[in-house]
């Protein structure tokens, strides 16, 4: 089976962070451009896209070989000799695709095999190396990369930036075929910010769901319930006096570029309603229709409110108020304005009471 | 009858505008809401524009009063800002000399809407004024415009009318019996729009005491947030009887002035420009819900000027008298004897906070649930 070794002297690639930054002689592709090379260094913090990039080389060699046979070996629990074991040729001469995970937790056994390999690599045989971080492994790092092996390199980088998610989906539907616009592709991009595997899975249920343009209108069909469903995990951590657990969903909503308006306003939605029922002792169903909402979502709220004082839900809503106030434009550090509420409900509103009264900030 | 007949209790701004020695080319009216600044610029614009220094009377007159007049042009304001463009606009009409009057009148109802650029537009036209322009200004108060631009006008202060001018004119206007329109001009607090609507709309004078029985009847934050969902209802049902009113009127008036009567098809060559006026007032109507907000604010504001009346004032003796929301006493009274002045000070302060939050974009509900909340604290 032939091989071609790439050397890229002009295109600059992409590292993943913690990856050593030493000069690379190799192709760097990203995750649905890998075609199969005796080596494959998967390396990034970003689990799909080294998922992404396996799955698609297994198909590839499937289609020419169907035999190809799979073997996967952890690099940080490895057996001395397993790699060549594994990449040994078989009686019946199958392609052979070699998995090797945790590469950037490696034993010393796993480097000192691999590095005897990698200057005499088969050609009948892929391995793909999954390297997260670190230096651990540097040597076989430096290796691959000096261009003196026929290697390529996968770049899982964590798709930071809504630009880098934006192309990520893009080329999803491109590969699929599909138009789209960019007002559809970024509502997509926000409410699947958090993760990239989830984002790559909506793009794959529009393909396969939808038919036509895929536009802003077509995700607010199939997601528009998402955004509001982050707002209220850390409504309801807060509510329920989860400090911790609040402040960590809603600082990973915000770092991958939630807006902290429909946050506020999930807050506003499920104090007022605890504050609808209190001291209410009609039937949940009765409740339902005078106040709004579904009769869980009211003992879902009576649930809540057993933590709460009074003067406690006042405060609460008060802090929702300023927090509001603070996103849209009152407050220099909308994020800040946010937290001080989270905070604030976590604590079930019992606050040093000089904060509030009618302040302008 | 004279278009000054309408403009009430202002006998010295009547006196300016209607003195022809004083003429210059750009006026300010100023003075507080309701006190009638765009009825006073539009009675000074017919003044201008009829051959008979504002008869009331003849089709200059009527198309004034109907907005359509061809040597009148105005912006009333739908939109929370005046646009620069809107302004661009005028200003190019400002150039052409009138049509068919001695003068080109130009209204700006709400002058104090305009960002600073906009402003420089029209004021480069003040500058340099065309001959026969007249430009009319209006603004709750000269502070609200740039120095540039306060500097070239000409300014004319309307003050808050009394409430017996107030009542007299609704007594003459409607035929409304005097103890009637007095008691819509103090619930008004003398705002002549306002007190025209509680004397003649019974259900906006209910909405009225709805509002006030819910503000004296709130004790905690269940009550804060029930009230501040019907707080909205109301001003939702509010801005839609006002804007329904309204746009019959003003469709009303546009007929009439191209002599259609009520039910008249609209011939095709008029089609354009009552598209557009129905256009506009779609436009006015998203306003309008913030401002019915508004109006109710000034009602419950009105319960806490009057809490801290009854406070400040000897209990022992009855001051009854001195309330707007006479009808409410013992509502009001109660709230005075649970709140201590600080308390009620502190509310009118939460008050002020949720309007201007309000007008930033605050959610309407959660300003009005955070009001409550501070108004009904102990
Ligand atoms: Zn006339």
Redesign the pocket.
Request: glycine share 6%.
């Given at each position: 089976m032939p091989w071609v070794v790439v050397m890229s002297g002009s295109a600059k690639p992409r590292r993943a962070t913690g990856v050593p930054s030493s000069s690379s002689a190799i192709k760097v592709v990203s995750a649905f451009r890998v075609s199969p090379s005796p080596v494959v260094l998967c390396s990034g913090p970003e689990d799909f896209l080294a998922d992404r990039a396996f799955t698609h080389l297994r198909t590839v060699l499937r289609a020419k070989d169907p035999d190809t046979m799979v073997v996967e070996l952890d690099a940080a629990d490895y057996v001395p000799g397993g790699l060549f074991d594994a990449v040994s040729p078989s009686l019946f001469g199958e392609y052979r695709l070699v998995r090797i995970e945790n590469a950037e937790k490696c034993s010393d056994e796993f480097l000192e095999d691999v590095l005897a390999y990698l200057p005499h690599c088969a050609d009948d045989v892929t391995i793909v190396i999954r390297h997260r971080s670190g230096v651990r492994g540097k040597r076989m790092l430096e290796l691959v990369r000096s261009g003196d092996v026929p290697a390529i390199e996968v770049s899982c980088a964590e798709l930071k930036s809504d630009k880098e998610k934006i192309d990520f989906a893009a080329e999803e539907f491109v590969r699929a075929d599909r138009i789209t616009t960019p007002a559809g592709i970024r509502a997509l991009v926000n409410a699947f910010s958090s993760s990239v595997a989830e984002l790559a899975s909506a793009c794959a249920q529009l393909i396969a769901d939808t038919t036509g343009e895929i536009t802003e209108q077509t995700v607010a069909t199939y997601y528009g319930g998402r955004i509001e469903a982050t707002a209220f995990a850390v409504a309801d951590a807060a509510i329920a006096g989860n400090y911790a657990l609040a402040m960590a969903t809603l600082r990973h909503a915000l770092d991958t570029g939630a807006d902290p308006v429909p946050l506020v306003a999930a807050f506003a939605s499920k104090l007022r309603l605890m504050a609808k029922v209190a001291g209410d002792r009609r039937s949940s169903n009765e409740l339902a229709s005078v106040v709004g909402g579904a009769p869980w979502q009211i003992d879902r709220a009576r649930r809540d409110l057993s933590n709460w004082s009074e003067r406690g839900l006042s405060n609460a809503i008060l802090a929702v108020a300023d927090a509001d106030s603070g996103v849209k434009g009152a407050s220099r550090d909308p994020v800040f304005a946010v937290e001080k509420m989270v905070t604030i409900v976590a604590r079930f509103g019992i606050v040093a009471e000089h904060g509030h009264g009618a302040s302008h900030r | 009858m004279s278009?000054w007949h309408d403009v009430v209790g202002q006998p010295e701004a009547v006196a300016t505008l209607s003195d022809p020695t004083a003429m210059t080319h750009a006026w300010l009216i100023t003075g507080p809401p309701g006190s009638g600044r765009s009825n006073a610029a539009y009675a000074f614009a017919?003044?201008l524009?009829?051959?008979?220094?504002?008869?009331?009377?003849?089709?200059?007159?009527?198309q004034v009063a109907a907005r359509t007049h061809p040597d009148l042009a105005y912006l009333a304001t739908e939109r929370v800002i005046i646009s620069i463009d809107e302004v661009r606009a005028l200003v190019q009409k400002a150039y052409f000399s009138p049509s068919v009057s001695t003068y080109r009148v130009i209204v700006i109802e709400d002058a104090d809407r305009m960002a600073e650029r906009t402003s420089n537009v029209l004021l480069k036209a003040l500058e340099e004024p065309p001959e026969r322009t007249v430009w009319i200004l209006c603004a709750p108060s000269e502070a609200d415009l740039l120095p540039t631009i306060r500097s070239r006008v000409r300014s004319v202060r309307l003050r808050v009318p009394s409430i017996d001018t107030v009542a007299t004119l609704l007594t003459q206007r409607h035929g409304i019996s005097h103890d009637d329109a007095r008691q819509a001009a103090r619930l008004a607090q003398s705002h002549i729009g306002m007190a025209q609507r509680l004397a003649l709309s019974p259900e906006a004078a209910l909405r009225r005491a709805e509002t006030v029985d819910l503000i004296t009847g709130v004790t905690g934050v269940h009550d804060a947030v029930m009230a501040a969902a019907r707080l909205l209802d109301i001003a939702t049902a509010d801005a839609n009887a006002l804007t329904k009113e309204r746009d019959e009127l003003e469709l009303g008036q546009a007929r009439a002035s191209v002599g259609l009567g009520p039910d008249d098809p609209v011939p095709a060559n008029m089609r354009t420009f009552f598209k557009s006026l129905e256009e506009q007032q779609k436009r006015r109507a998203t306003r309008s819900l913030r401002d019915g907000i508004d109006r109710i604010l000034v009602d419950v504001m009105s319960v806490y000027r009057d809490v801290l009346i009854q406070q400040l004032v000897e209990s022992s003796r009855d001051h009854g008298d001195a309330l707007i929301n006479l009808e409410h006493a013992d509502g009001v009274r109660a709230l005075a004897a649970r709140r201590s002045p600080e308390q009620a000070l502190a509310a009118i302060a939460a008050i002020e906070q949720a309007r201007e939050r309000i007008a930033s974009n605050v959610a309407p509900v959660l300003a009005l649930e955070a009001m409550l909340i501070q108004a009904s604290r102990q």
């Amino acid at each position: 089976m032939p091989w071609v070794v790439v050397m890229s002297g002009s295109a600059k690639p992409r590292r993943a962070t913690g990856v050593p930054s030493s000069s690379s002689a190799i192709k760097v592709v990203s995750a649905f451009r890998v075609s199969p090379s005796p080596v494959v260094l998967c390396s990034g913090p970003e689990d799909f896209l080294a998922d992404r990039a396996f799955t698609h080389l297994r198909t590839v060699l499937r289609a020419k070989d169907p035999d190809t046979m799979v073997v996967e070996l952890d690099a940080a629990d490895y057996v001395p000799g397993g790699l060549f074991d594994a990449v040994s040729p078989s009686l019946f001469g199958e392609y052979r695709l070699v998995r090797i995970e945790n590469a950037e937790k490696c034993s010393d056994e796993f480097l000192e095999d691999v590095l005897a390999y990698l200057p005499h690599c088969a050609d009948d045989v892929t391995i793909v190396i999954r390297h997260r971080s670190g230096v651990r492994g540097k040597r076989m790092l430096e290796l691959v990369r000096s261009g003196d092996v026929p290697a390529i390199e996968v770049s899982c980088a964590e798709l930071k930036s809504d630009k880098e998610k934006i192309d990520f989906a893009a080329e999803e539907f491109v590969r699929a075929d599909r138009i789209t616009t960019p007002a559809g592709i970024r509502a997509l991009v926000n409410a699947f910010s958090s993760s990239v595997a989830e984002l790559a899975s909506a793009c794959a249920q529009l393909i396969a769901d939808t038919t036509g343009e895929i536009t802003e209108q077509t995700v607010a069909t199939y997601y528009g319930g998402r955004i509001e469903a982050t707002a209220f995990a850390v409504a309801d951590a807060a509510i329920a006096g989860n400090y911790a657990l609040a402040m960590a969903t809603l600082r990973h909503a915000l770092d991958t570029g939630a807006d902290p308006v429909p946050l506020v306003a999930a807050f506003a939605s499920k104090l007022r309603l605890m504050a609808k029922v209190a001291g209410d002792r009609r039937s949940s169903n009765e409740l339902a229709s005078v106040v709004g909402g579904a009769p869980w979502q009211i003992d879902r709220a009576r649930r809540d409110l057993s933590n709460w004082s009074e003067r406690g839900l006042s405060n609460a809503i008060l802090a929702v108020a300023d927090a509001d106030s603070g996103v849209k434009g009152a407050s220099r550090d909308p994020v800040f304005a946010v937290e001080k509420m989270v905070t604030i409900v976590a604590r079930f509103g019992i606050v040093a009471e000089h904060g509030h009264g009618a302040s302008h900030r | 009858m004279s278009v000054w007949h309408d403009v009430v209790g202002q006998p010295e701004a009547v006196a300016t505008l209607s003195d022809p020695t004083a003429m210059t080319h750009a006026w300010l009216i100023t003075g507080p809401p309701g006190s009638g600044r765009s009825n006073a610029a539009y009675a000074f614009a017919a003044s201008l524009l009829c051959d008979d220094n504002g008869c009331g009377t003849c089709p200059h007159c009527r198309q004034v009063a109907a907005r359509t007049h061809p040597d009148l042009a105005y912006l009333a304001t739908e939109r929370v800002i005046i646009s620069i463009d809107e302004v661009r606009a005028l200003v190019q009409k400002a150039y052409f000399s009138p049509s068919v009057s001695t003068y080109r009148v130009i209204v700006i109802e709400d002058a104090d809407r305009m960002a600073e650029r906009t402003s420089n537009v029209l004021l480069k036209a003040l500058e340099e004024p065309p001959e026969r322009t007249v430009w009319i200004l209006c603004a709750p108060s000269e502070a609200d415009l740039l120095p540039t631009i306060r500097s070239r006008v000409r300014s004319v202060r309307l003050r808050v009318p009394s409430i017996d001018t107030v009542a007299t004119l609704l007594t003459q206007r409607h035929g409304i019996s005097h103890d009637d329109a007095r008691q819509a001009a103090r619930l008004a607090q003398s705002h002549i729009g306002m007190a025209q609507r509680l004397a003649l709309s019974p259900e906006a004078a209910l909405r009225r005491a709805e509002t006030v029985d819910l503000i004296t009847g709130v004790t905690g934050v269940h009550d804060a947030v029930m009230a501040a969902a019907r707080l909205l209802d109301i001003a939702t049902a509010d801005a839609n009887a006002l804007t329904k009113e309204r746009d019959e009127l003003e469709l009303g008036q546009a007929r009439a002035s191209v002599g259609l009567g009520p039910d008249d098809p609209v011939p095709a060559n008029m089609r354009t420009f009552f598209k557009s006026l129905e256009e506009q007032q779609k436009r006015r109507a998203t306003r309008s819900l913030r401002d019915g907000i508004d109006r109710i604010l000034v009602d419950v504001m009105s319960v806490y000027r009057d809490v801290l009346i009854q406070q400040l004032v000897e209990s022992s003796r009855d001051h009854g008298d001195a309330l707007i929301n006479l009808e409410h006493a013992d509502g009001v009274r109660a709230l005075a004897a649970r709140r201590s002045p600080e308390q009620a000070l502190a509310a009118i302060a939460a008050i002020e906070q949720a309007r201007e939050r309000i007008a930033s974009n605050v959610a309407p509900v959660l300003a009005l649930e955070a009001m409550l909340i501070q108004a009904s604290r102990q």
